[in-house]
């Protein structure tokens, strides 16, 4: 795959840097991004305080909440998904166009949280066992710091760089 194509004037800076439109388009998604308003259980009133003015997911390009799946791109399961409930979900990231991202906030979405049990009859034990899920947000609920770590974890994944990386290596 060729990575780009450059003009570079007599003293060997680039004039002009043509990167591939994939990155480009990859960078304003990241940095654009419209969630699903979809909430299951009590990780949802986090998810709110998140978009509210305090931690304003708006300085991370993810404060436009949607309340259709056609005009989402970021599905954040937040909360237990019981079976009941599990085909509205499928049916819901399915409506959402391409590309499209998925995050499992709280235990209860990553793997039934405290409301699961072996061979129990109402509660699927985890989102990605439904659809599948790009950024696991841990907690019982987890904090809006949480969730919006997610959301950068989400675009270092969109982009491919490591924005995040240099404060992870500090030792």
Do not use: H
């Not at 194509?5 to 800076?13: I, N, P, V, Y």
């Not at 708006?58 to 599990?86: E, H, Y």
């Not at 924005?163 to 992870?168: A, E, G, S, Y």
């Amino acid at each position: 795959m060729q990575r780009g194509f450059q003009l570079e004037a007599k003293t060997g800076e680039p004039l002009i840097s043509f990167g591939l439109l994939e990155e480009a388009l990859n960078l304003a998604r990241a940095n654009s991004l419209w969630p699903l308003t979809f909430g299951l259980a009590c990780c949802a009133i986090e998810m709110m305080a998140a978009g509210a003015a305090r931690f304003d997911l708006d300085r991370f390009g993810a404060g436009v909440f949607r309340p259709s799946p056609r005009q989402c791109d970021l599905m954040i399961v937040a909360g237990t998904i019981s079976k009941k409930m599990a085909p509205a979900i499928v049916r819901l990231y399915d409506q959402m166009p391409a590309p499209k991202w998925v995050i499992a906030m709280g235990n209860c979405a990553i793997s039934g949280g405290p409301f699961y049990y072996p061979n129990q009859y109402a509660i699927v034990p985890g989102a990605d066992l439904i659809i599948p899920v790009d950024v696991y947000v841990p907690g019982c609920p987890p904090r809006p710091e949480g969730l919006i770590e997610g959301i950068l974890l989400l675009e270092e994944k969109i982009t491919k760089r490591g924005r995040l990386r240099k404060f992870r290596d500090v030792k």
